[in-house]
């Protein structure tokens, strides 16, 4: 098993134990170099196996191995707004999912700043609109909204999420979904918000942005 695949499949195991995806939901990637190294189609990450790795060659878009998740459009389409970028993870967290089906009145902000860890790790979060999973008319406006944010979330979905390498990427999903969790737990209470940069990206530090 290639250290990519071990990474994937550990990772994937430990997100599907802490309950942060279920099912047959979610799927991550690892780039090396121009190769994705990619959750399977219709596998489960509780029991992922390096059978359950395919690889795609982002130069020409084959794919080796077995047929790759049908939202592999995302990944791909992400790493190529996002050269540094080194992993993708996209779950179906519920609190998420929960923020992602609300009627937000600045999609292009979808979370307020709650602790540091989120303004570091997260930063804006925009809402891609809805489409239906596989559809790849999302593939235009994730790409768009990935040149300046690490961080997305799709209408009644979930999020998705890029990062330098796999332990960031997780990190960032991580803290995305407890601010998510917070969020609810503090719906119409005077909060109080930490300040954030005057970058008006404010995708947290995030190195992978181009």
Same mark, same amino acid.
């Given at each position: 098993?290639?250290?990519?695949?071990?990474?994937?499949?550990? /990772?994937?195991?430990?997100?599907?134990?802490?309950? !942060? #995806?279920?099912?047959?939901?979610? $799927? /991550?990637?690892?780039?090396?170099?121009?190769? %994705?190294?990619?959750?399977?189609?219709?596998?489960?990450?509780?029991?992922?196996?390096?059978?359950?790795?395919?690889? /795609?060659?982002?130069?020409?878009? +084959?794919?080796?191995?077995?047929?790759? #998740?049908? +939202?592999?459009?995302? *990944? +791909?389409? /992400?790493?190529?707004?996002?050269?540094?970028?080194?992993?993708?993870? *996209?779950? *179906?967290?519920?609190?998420?999912?929960?923020?992602?089906?609300?009627?937000?009145?600045?999609?292009?902000?979808? !979370?307020?700043?709650?602790? =540091?860890?989120? #303004?570091?790790?997260?930063?804006?979060?925009?809402? %891609?609109?809805?489409? =239906?999973?596989?559809?790849?008319?999302?593939?235009?406006?994730?790409?768009?909204?990935?040149?300046? *944010?690490?961080?997305?979330?799709?209408? $009644?979905?979930?999020? %998705?999420?890029?990062?330098?390498?796999?332990?960031? =990427?997780?990190?960032?999903?991580?803290?995305?979904?407890?601010?998510?969790?917070?969020?609810?737990?503090?719906?119409?209470?005077?909060?109080?918000?930490?300040?954030?940069?005057?970058?008006?990206?404010?995708?947290?530090?995030?190195?992978?942005?181009?």
């Amino acid at each position: 098993m290639t250290d990519a695949a071990a990474s994937i499949v550990e /990772i994937g195991r430990s997100l599907f134990a802490r309950r !942060l #995806t279920s099912g047959r939901t979610g $799927n /991550i990637s690892v780039r090396v170099g121009d190769t %994705v190294h990619l959750t399977a189609s219709g596998v489960s990450l509780g029991s992922l196996t390096r059978e359950d790795i395919c690889l /795609i060659d982002l130069r020409t878009g +084959e794919a080796q191995g077995p047929p790759p #998740t049908k +939202e592999a459009f995302l *990944h +791909e389409a /992400i790493y190529r707004a996002r050269p540094g970028a080194g992993a993708v993870v *996209h779950l *179906h967290s519920t609190y998420a999912v929960a923020v992602s089906c609300l009627r937000h009145a600045d999609p292009s902000d979808v !979370l307020p700043p709650l602790t =540091a860890y989120y #303004t570091m790790r997260v930063g804006r979060l925009p809402l %891609v609109p809805y489409h =239906a999973p596989g559809d790849r008319a999302m593939e235009g406006p994730v790409r768009e909204l990935a040149v300046d *944010h690490h961080a997305l979330l799709l209408a $009644n979905h979930g999020p %998705v999420v890029a990062g330098t390498d796999l332990a960031s =990427a997780v990190d960032a999903v991580e803290e995305l979904e407890e601010t998510a969790r917070l969020f609810f737990l503090l719906e119409g209470r005077d909060v109080s918000l930490v300040p954030v940069p005057c970058d008006p990206v404010r995708d947290g530090g995030d190195p992978s942005r181009r």
